[in-house]
C-alpha cells in the first residue's frame, strides 16, 4: 500500500464517525512496517443512505481510484461502502481491475488486495 482512500460514511444523526475511526486507527496501527501507506486520503459523507452510490465522498473516492492516485481503498465494514451486495461486489471487481485493492477491517473474508 502506498496510498489509501479511508472511506467513512454514517446515515443517520444517532451515529457518528468516530466507532469507524477508531477501528481504522487500530488496525493500521496494527500492520506490519514495510505493509504501512505511504499517504492517507480520507473520504466521508454523512446523513446519506448506503443504499445509494449518489454520494460525494465516495465519488470523489473512486474518481481517485480510477485515476491511479489510490492503491487501496479501506472501510470500516462492508455496509458503509454500499447497503447492497451486488453494488458492493460491483464495485470492488472494477476496482481489483484497475489495480486497487480493498479492505473491510472487521470483515477480513471480504478483503481483496495486491501484493505490493
Do not use: C
Not at 42 to 61: A, V, W, Y
Amino acid at each position: 500500500m502506498k496510498t489509501i482512500g479511508i472511506y467513512y460514511r454514517v446515515s443517520t444523526d444517532r451515529q457518528d464517525f468516530k466507532s469507524q475511526q477508531v477501528e481504522i486507527d487500530n488496525w493500521l496501527k496494527g500492520l506490519e512496517e514495510k505493509k504501512k501507506p505511504n499517504s492517507i486520503l480520507t473520504f466521508m459523507d454523512e446523513g446519506i443512505s448506503g443504499k445509494t452510490t449518489n454520494r460525494p465522498g465516495l465519488k470523489k473516492m473512486l474518481d481517485a481510484a480510477y485515476a491511479g492516485k489510490i492503491d487501496t481503498i479501506v472501510v470500516y465494514r462492508l455496509d458503509r461502502f454500499s447497503r447492497h451486495a451486488t453494488t458492493a461486489i460491483r464495485l470492488i471487481l472494477n476496482l481489483d481491475d484497475m489495480g486497487v485493492a480493498f479492505v473491510s477491517v472487521t470483515q477480513p473474508v471480504l478483503n481483496l488486495g495486491h501484493e505490493n
